[in-house]
């Protein structure tokens, strides 16, 4: 299997709205996104998918030196063999795969955060700068773009912990910030409980639409920050933007049903929204 072939796999089995934004691009730019992805699909999966923290350190560890000395010129992993040939064209540079890195390196450090502003620098460093990295594929002119890019990418990370509160509570985790628990009357204790009637009351659907009004509130900020010059070229980072805000919607009608269950839209639904978004002037 080739490098090229092994990005392809690693995001398409992913089954991640990025996914059907990568389909709308020209063969040079999909190929430096796919490649992207995957580094960041390899080095997220360490923290999610290895349960001893000593061993995802290490792996980690691997990661930030494989980084580096592909940037060297010595990449010995496939998901790098593909990337490293796009990082000129696209100003990819080793800072944003290293700020990637930290970021799943918190994961293994902590499990709450006691304000938004603590969780604000988890999501600029997961989120944030993996769309900085993509507007630059993408393509942009302005600078203001990426504004637009690091706020997209915060509103769209926001939508990922509503969505994954169960998931990532099983894991011992919770990104709510402590302090909001405590101003909705919301006890960690009944987030992380596993049975019925798990840990809804009206007190958590009060949470849970305020990080909702928030995640709303940032993809508008976002979208008013994007340049009119570069709206074109930035049609994927909108598609994904549709995709998730249609995601967060679904998950407001749910009532916010998201401790027991993982709320997700179909891959026809995702195609057609990205169709949809391609379409618009």
């Not at 496939?78 to 799943?104: S, T």
């Not at 594929?137 to 302005?142: P, Y």
């Amino acid at each position: 299997m080739s490098p090229e072939q092994y990005v392809q796999e690693k995001a398409a089995a992913s089954g991640s709205s990025f996914y059907y934004a990568f389909l709308f691009l020209p063969p040079p730019r999909r190929a430096a996104i796919t490649a992207f992805y995957a580094f960041c699909r390899e080095v997220d999966d360490v923290v999610d998918e290895t349960q001893d923290a000593g061993v995802a350190a290490t792996k980690l560890a691997w990661w930030r030196k494989e980084a580096t000395s592909a940037f060297a010129g010595q990449p010995s992993h496939p998901a790098m063999k593909a990337l490293m040939p796009h990082v000129q064209a696209y100003d990819i540079r080793l800072e944003h795969l290293l700020a990637v890195i930290e970021g799943c390196e918190m994961d293994l450090q902590q499990t709450r955060y006691l304000d938004y502003a603590g969780l604000q620098r988890y999501c600029h460093l997961v989120a944030g700068v993996v769309g900085e990295v993509a507007s630059g594929i993408f393509g942009r002119t302005q600078p203001q773009t990426v504004e637009f890019a690091h706020k997209l990418g915060q509103a769209m990370q926001l939508t990922n912990i509503i969505r994954d509160v169960g998931d990532d509570a099983r894991r011992g985790r919770i990104y709510l910030p402590v302090n909001e628990l405590q101003q909705f009357g919301v006890k960690a204790n009944e987030i992380l409980l596993r049975t019925q009637p798990w840990g809804y009351s009206e007190r958590f659907t009060a949470l849970m639409t305020f990080q909702a009004e928030r995640a709303h509130r940032l993809y508008d900020e976002a979208l008013a920050l994007l340049p009119p010059a570069d709206r074109a070229a930035q049609k994927p980072g909108l598609m994904m933007a549709n995709i998730y805000r249609a995601l967060l919607v679904e998950i407001e009608r749910e009532n916010f049903q998201v401790l027991h269950q993982r709320i997700s839209l179909t891959p026809l639904r995702k195609l057609w929204i990205a169709m949809k978004t391609n379409w618009k002037k």
